[in-house]
């Protein structure tokens, strides 16, 4: 079994077992909080990671017995938690159980059970990372920035300005995915990038064009500008979705018209489409 040491063995020097059925870093981090308190000793830390059976634990116990040791232990399997209890105390081995009592009287308020599988919180680091990822995916290659970045993506939003693409990009990264996305603009040819990525993977935004110019003035507006200028007048934006739409037909991806949604409606629509299509979980 996998035994890690904090430093060289010293004759007399107390010794602590920190196991875990998991890597071991929890019951670790406690012993080395704990030991920090006492100034003019130094320990012998030994973490025991991976521990998931009855004849592990019968041996490090009889280890601790000889080497006159404690036992500090986060342990979530009940059976080889109590087995460690029992052990330990058949052979008077002092041991602190560390989660026990924890999911005990959490178990006991709530009235909900505990899922007993060891490492769930490295799961849960494991996905925070992959969402922080995707966040820093969805800044980098937002708004046409980067096209090479297209292809690398697992979503590729598209369709005219103020459709909401940069919001619904940044909720879907939350969601773990890496989304790019791309302004549709009359005069500026989509990049080549965009044709190779599976059609399956582009979602189209379309809306009411007397919609988007309510809100195109209301944007000229907030910035301090006259609601005179082409970016907000009806004919030059139902030019734009004409020519975001025949981009679309072309690409042959699935459209959403986003009209009189929120972003999470939106989002909710693509997010069931992924899981048709990929069999993607959220």
């Known amino acids: 079994m996998p035994k890690e040491r904090e430093g060289p063995i010293i004759a007399n020097q107390p010794i602590i077992y920190a196991i875990s059925d998991s890597i071991g870093e929890t019951s670790e981090s406690v012993v080395r909080a704990t030991t920090s308190q006492f100034v003019q000793e ?11 059976s009855i004849e592990q634990i019968d041996k490090i116990v009889q280890e601790a017995k000889e080497s006159n040791a404690v036992i500090c232990y986060t342990i979530v399997s009940p059976e080889i938690r109590a087995e460690v209890a029992r052990k330990t105390q058949e052979l008077n081995v002092t041991a602190v159980d560390i989660l026990g009592p924890v999911l005990t009287a959490i ?16 799961a849960l680091d494991h996905e925070y990372f992959k969402r922080v990822a995707a966040v820093e995916f969805a800044i980098k290659y937002d708004d046409g920035k980067n096209p090479w970045g297209l292809t690398k993506a697992d979503l590729v939003i598209i369709g005219v300005s103020r459709t909401s693409k940069t919001p619904l990009s940044m909720y879907l990264a939350n969601k773990q995915l890496k989304v790019a996305n791309v302004p549709l603009v009359p005069e500026i040819p989509p990049p080549e990038e965009l044709f190779k990525v599976p059609n399956n993977r582009i979602i189209g935004l379309l809306i009411d064009p007397h919609k988007l110019n309510e809100i195109r003035i209301a944007r000229l507006k907030a910035m301090g500008l006259g609601d005179t200028a082409n970016y907000a007048d009806l004919r030059r934006i139902e030019e734009e979705l004409d020519y975001a739409r025949a981009i679309m037909q072309r690409l042959h991806c699935m459209i959403i018209n986003v009209s009189n949604r929120a972003i999470e409606e939106t989002a909710s629509l693509i997010l069931e489409y992924l899981r048709k299509n990929f069999d993607f979980e959220y």
């Open 42 to 52: 130094k320990f012998d830390i030994i973490r025991v990671p991976y521990v998931n």
């Open 107 to 122: 178990e006991k308020t709530s009235g909900l059970t505990p899922k007993n599988q060891p490492g769930l919180i490295h």
